[in-house]
């Protein structure tokens, strides 16, 4: 069983959220502070973050924080079976040939999917350290002391599955982006960001409307809309998951049309019925919405530990 020493950091385009011992924190993102997954005003997200640790007693506390913007890669490879230390001797000899950026330029992990005794099936991930800098120099200027760098889909999965069997799909629908995540026997798969989020609605409803976005937040929150209005939003969104799906099944899943096990809706905008019935309507199954879905990401970093 997981035990929860560290202090989760969940930096969102809308929230900044953390998790310690059992506590969820939340305060508000900074106006364009982050978007799509880029930090775009560093000193005001560490000042809001900061903030938010003092004002809670929580510095000085080592912290695991999420990363899931740009430059994150991953490749599944066929390898001889092997112990963890040949593994980690092949990536870094293998480096330059599996990363589609200069080694140099980033940090190399991985995941075994599968080990026959003789094959081995591995996930290869790899990170653009560019990109994740802002993100640990604010943990650092937020006087917290960061000790790793995880990806949502795992983190993720830390809270959601307890050894679940089949195809799970996780669909995180934040204020900017729609993170997708796909797993097999509860081992992360594959993952993919579609740049449509809840603030897309909320820009839809107010054009329509000719109202002011804080206007039609609070009108799609008490659901005085009608419906029509989102139809060619989401449309666009079942289109793009649709792409995201056949693509997992020809690059990971031997093209095989198995069905989902499960299918979990969670994100700050997670409650809205008309994109809760365009997930149904694509995978064919029906679809677990969690109300407190916004803070599994800050739970399960919250949970991690170190592999090696």
């Known amino acids: 069983m997981f035990r929860e020493n560290y202090l989760g950091i969940d930096i969102g385009s809308g929230l900044i ?17 982050v978007f799509r997954g880029e930090i775009k005003n560093s000193i005001l997200v560490a000042e809001t973050l900061k903030t938010l640790v003092l004002e809670n007693k929580l510095g000085g506390k080592k912290a695991v924080l999420a990363y899931n913007g740009p430059g994150v890669f991953t490749k599944l490879e066929k390898i001889p079976s ?12 293998e480096k330059e040939n599996l990363l589609p950026f200069p080694a140099k330029e980033g940090v190399i992990d991985y995941i075994v ?5 003789k094959i081995m099936d591995i996930l290869v991930i790899g990170l653009k350290t560019s990109f994740m800098i802002p993100y640990i120099e604010t943990v650092k200027k937020a006087s917290l002391q960061p000790v790793a760098v995880d990806l949502p889909s795992l983190a993720l999965a ?9 195809l799970q799909l996780v669909i995180d629908v934040g204020k900017t982006t729609t993170d997708i995540h796909i797993y ?30 804080d206007q039609a937040r609070e009108l799609r929150k008490a659901g005085d809309y009608q ?46 019925q008309e994109l809760q019935e365009t997930i149904k309507e694509v995978v064919g199954a029906d679809v677990i919405v969690f109300n407190e879905g916004d803070t599994l990401l800050a739970q399960g970093l919250s949970m991690w530990r170190q592999k090696r």
């Open 227 to 272: 419906s029509m209005i989102f139809k060619g939003i989401l449309s666009e969104l079942q289109k793009e998951l649709t792409r995201s799906i056949d693509y997992y099944r020809f690059r990971f899943g031997n093209n095989e049309s198995s069905p989902f096990n499960g299918v979990i809706l969670i994100g700050g905008y997670s409650q809205l």
């Open 113 to 117: 999917i599968n080990d026959d005794g």
């Open 158 to 166: 830390r809270v959601l599955f307890k050894g679940e069997q089949g």
């Open 184 to 213: 097999k026997d509860t081992q992360f798969m594959f993952s993919r960001i579609i740049n449509i989020g809840g603030d897309d609605f909320d820009k839809v409803l107010a054009a329509s409307l000719g109202i002011e976005l």
């Open 82 to 93: 092997m112990t963890e230390e040949e593994i980690i001797s092949y990536l870094n000899l």
């Open 17 to 33: 959220k953390l998790f310690h011992k059992g506590r969820c924190y939340k305060t508000l993102t900074p106006e364009n502070g």
